[in-house]
């Protein structure tokens, strides 16, 4: 049982390249979110998806795009980096329930963008 | 429009209690839950209120009052390990409706 794993770990790109982040659970959750987190703050949701094929846009969506393919895996993609894009970027399933709700995170994606 | 407020430090020795408080402002709110985030780390999920009251785990307590749109967390019995920063984040049907900047705690010995 890994829980949340992010691939890559750490990335480095130059302005106007494109990427690819995987986010892969094995708890069979539903609900699976991208963040990213900017030095001394806190996180910001970018994309979430309330089940396979599902997908909507969080709080900084612009210059991101998401896939939910797979109930297991949630892609986050960038179309045309920018240095504004540099951050750390976490992927988490939810598990909800009547009186639980805990979000799992996986371990970030360190990406700069030069 | 969502707004969230918690002190942005604390400061505290071994041994002792800190209280962390969060205040929110939300629509379809239906929880707040907290998290934990060493540097370098994920976070990591602490503890939960989806109705009024204190809930306990271990040297950990969260309390919520809904009509306040207030809540705590209390750490008991500070270790140095916990020296973290500390996320209170108000829980929708399909999102964590915001996560506010944190808490750094930082524990003294």
């Known amino acids: 049982n890994a829980g949340v794993t992010q691939t890559p770990k750490f990335r480095v790109l130059k302005t106007g390249q494109s990427m690819t982040l995987l986010c892969a659970q094995d708890?069979?959750?539903?609900?699976m979110y991208w963040y990213r987190q900017d030095p001394g703050m806190g996180l910001r949701l970018i994309h979430y998806?309330?089940?396979?094929?599902?997908?909507a846009k969080g709080e900084v969506p612009d210059g991101y795009n998401v896939s939910r393919l797979k109930k297991q895996n949630f892609l986050l993609g960038l179309e045309s980096a920018a240095p504004s894009q540099t951050s750390v970027y976490f992927c988490?399933?939810?598990?909800?329930?009547?009186?639980?709700?805990?979000?799992?995170f996986g371990p970030g994606t360190r990406l700069t963008v030069l | 429009g969502q707004s969230l407020e918690q002190p942005s430090e604390v400061t505290a020795v071994e041994g002792a209690i800190v209280q962390i408080n969060c205040t929110y402002q939300?629509?379809?709110?239906?929880?707040l839950s907290w998290y934990q985030q060493h540097d370098g780390g994920a976070p990591t999920f602490l503890s939960y209120?989806?109705?009024?009251g204190l809930e306990e785990t271990g040297r950990f307590s969260s309390f919520l009052s809904r009509s306040d749109s207030y809540g705590y967390l209390l750490l008991q019995e500070l270790q140095m390990k916990d020296s973290a920063s500390y996320f209170c984040?108000?829980?929708?049907?399909?999102?964590?409706?915001?996560f506010g900047s944190g808490t750094q705690l930082t524990v003294l010995p």
């Open positions: 988490a399933s939810r598990q909800l329930g009547v009186s639980t709700d805990t979000q799992y």
């Open positions: 708890m069979n959750h539903e609900y």
């Open positions: 998806s309330v089940g396979e094929g599902t997908t």
């Open positions: 939300t629509s379809g709110f239906y929880g």
């Open positions: 209120n989806a109705l009024d």
């Open positions: 984040a108000p829980s929708g049907s399909a999102r964590q409706l915001t």
